[in-house]
């Protein structure tokens, strides 16, 4: 794809993360789920770390490599005319260094944003990286986009809720979220937080777009909405809905012999026309 081309969609990208409506991204993991997410009339497509990373036989959590990652990144956003941001992880290196060429890499491959992490892909737990490292890596990032000479959208995850609300994890990700956007990220992305006390001072706090994971147990779309939330990740839940639904299907099979599970579902031809 050209420089053009990304430009152009980098920049609908922003103007979506920008607007007064909230932008929700249903994200998807290979190019089947990004047909469908794009027929449904959403205006971008995220993908899921957690899904491709499941579709390929690993766990979540950086296992699975960056040229992994990235063929499906690639496949995905040939596949479809709109913007696509990309679920980068932990930027498949702890050094500013490996996180500048992961962008340049996620350019590549056609994607115009990319999440990237705060916490350690290498250690157990996975704890906050060092908040001078954290802001270098931001740093970094913004420089490797701004060389390649497209606006690559930035959404700069902090997880300092990963282990709770407690601790200070509130005015820790104030304080991140409020440097990554000095350094140029695009949008501040906060997992972890299901209460709407914690979401709108969050939202108060820090001075530019907020990105929340959405979850059956927080408040929903519409609530988020009020909040002035900008951006909402379903994240790994439609990975998770799918693996359910072929769960109790097999289940329904061995114990009842019976394809109820099937009445509903997209047909053949019509899933063919999807692709074609």
Wanted: glycine share 10%; net charge negative.
């Amino acid at each position: 794809m050209n420089k053009a081309a990304l430009t152009e969609k980098a920049e609908r990208l922003k103007a979506l993360i920008d607007a007064d409506e909230m932008l929700v991204l249903p994200n998807v993991w290979d190019v089947a789920g990004a047909r469908i997410v794009a027929e449904a009339g959403y205006p971008i497509i995220a993908t899921s770390s957690a899904g491709v990373a499941w579709s390929l036989g690993h766990p979540d959590g950086e296992i699975i490599s960056r040229d992994d990652m990235l063929f499906m990144v690639r496949r995905i956003a040939a596949a479809v005319d709109l913007p696509v941001t990309a679920d980068m992880e932990a930027g498949y290196g702890e050094v500013p260094e490996a996180v500048a060429e992961t962008v340049t890499a996620t350019l590549d491959a056609g994607a115009v944003g990319a999440n990237i992490e705060d916490s350690s892909s290498q250690v157990a737990g996975h704890p906050l990286l060092n908040y001078d490292l954290s802001v270098a890596r931001i740093r970094a990032a913004k420089k490797a986009a701004d060389d390649y000479g497209v606006p690559f959208v930035i959404n700069a995850r902090t997880d300092s809720f990963r282990g709770g609300p407690g601790d200070g994890a509130l005015e820790e990700a104030v304080k991140r979220g409020n440097a990554y956007l000095e350094e140029g990220a695009g949008c501040v992305f906060i997992p972890f937080v299901r209460d709407r006390d914690t979401m709108e001072k969050l939202v108060n706090a820090i001075d530019g777009p907020v990105n929340f994971l959405a979850n059956p147990a927080a408040p929903d779309l519409a609530e988020m909405q009020e909040m002035g939330v900008a951006r909402v990740s379903i994240g790994g839940l439609f990975s998770l809905l799918i693996y359910t639904q072929l769960r109790d299907a097999c289940e329904e099979m061995r114990t009842l012999g019976t394809l109820n599970w099937g009445k509903d579902n997209i047909i053949h031809p019509e899933m063919n026309k999807l692709m074609g």
